[in-house]
């Protein structure tokens, strides 16, 4: 919080962004939990789909038959992991910018993947601001953590 206790309405609408964009990732891990990734070939038959849907010279392509289908059970655990502890970082502001970092990361690596759409950068870039300020210590977890381990990176 502000000098005060008090947050400016730019911090409140940052927030809520936070907020927001956590929500989008809860039900994309949800999502993923509920079809069963972790344990099933889901991951995989969605490649195998999208790879008759995309130009077979395109990037996308390239990474599904050489990364994606050879490594597709792997790939399963870290979109599902990656999309819940994303959600959990954002949600509670506990490693908020290492949370950003991820989401900006794995908006990346799909669109790699065979699922560019310009909308994806957009939304990477949506989370720059949470990795660049300190919202965990305006709401969240990080405040705590960070006084009680001031040398650790995660809760800066």
Known sequence: MSGGGRL???RIALLALRYLLALFFIGAAVNKWRQGYL???RLRRIFLERLEEIDPQSTGAWFIEHIG????QPLAWMVCWGETFVALG???GCVTRGAAAGAML????FAVGGYYD???IVLALLFLPFVL???GHWHGLDRRLHARYPASPLFR
């Open 90 to 92: 954002l949600v509670f």
């Open 118 to 120: 310009a909308s994806l």
């Open 106 to 109: 794995m908006m990346g690596a």
């Open 133 to 135: 300020l300190p919202t």
């Open 39 to 41: 344990f099933t070939d």
């Open 69 to 72: 289908l050879p490594h597709w």
């Open 8 to 10: 400016g309405k730019g």
